[in-house]
């Protein structure tokens, strides 16, 4: 690094590499859009759930996909680390959205071999949801990064 305030290196630092900031935004965020997913697919039309039973399933499918979405973040992690070099953003949310969906799909087929239904259409449905969430999640993770090296540019320059 130059040691300029504004150097290409420090530049390409506030945005690409992942750091732990970036992965507690990625997770917060994906996690947050599975939960709206869930939420908005048990309130669909022609979904049955018995009566007093929707805030224990809601919970549980809660506290699940948190600790999905965690045990994936070194995942997330190695994945953002490997795509520190690359300079396009949207490259790398291509990149986590595709990950996501292959893992989405793997644990769709899984989920729907032990439950006895279409492995076909569960795989894409939940790789589909799963890739969303990344997608979003990882936009996220940039925005919340730009916003804080935003906010610090400023500081160092008013003073």
């Given amino acids: 690094m130059t040691g300029k305030p504004h150097s290409q290196d420090m530049a390409d630092d506030d945005v690409h590499p992942f750091r732990g900031g970036d992965l507690f ?5 994906a996690w947050a859009a599975l ?3 869930v939420l908005a697919l048990m309130n669909s039309p022609g979904t049955y759930i018995a009566p007093g039973f929707e805030g224990f399933l809601f919970t549980a499918i809660a506290v699940v996909s948190l600790l999905i979405t965690w045990a994936a973040a070194p995942i997330a992690w190695l ?3 490997a795509l ?3 300079r396009p953003i949207g490259l790398h949310v291509v990149v986590f959205g595709v990950v996501a969906f292959i893992i989405g799909a793997i644990l769709g087929a899984v989920a729907s071999s032990s439950a006895r239904t279409s492995g076909e259409e569960a795989s894409i449905v939940v790789g589909a949801v799963c ?3 990344a997608i979003l999640g990882r936009s996220g993770a ?5 916003a804080a090296g935003h906010r610090r540019r400023t500081r160092s320059t008013a003073r």
Avoid: E, H
């Fill in 25 to 29: 935004w990625f997770v917060t965020l």
């Fill in 35 to 37: 939960v709206c997913a």
């Fill in 79 to 81: 994945l953002g680390r």
């Fill in 84 to 86: 520190r070099r690359v």
């Fill in 131 to 133: 890739a969303a969430c």
């Fill in 142 to 146: 940039f925005v919340a990064r730009w």
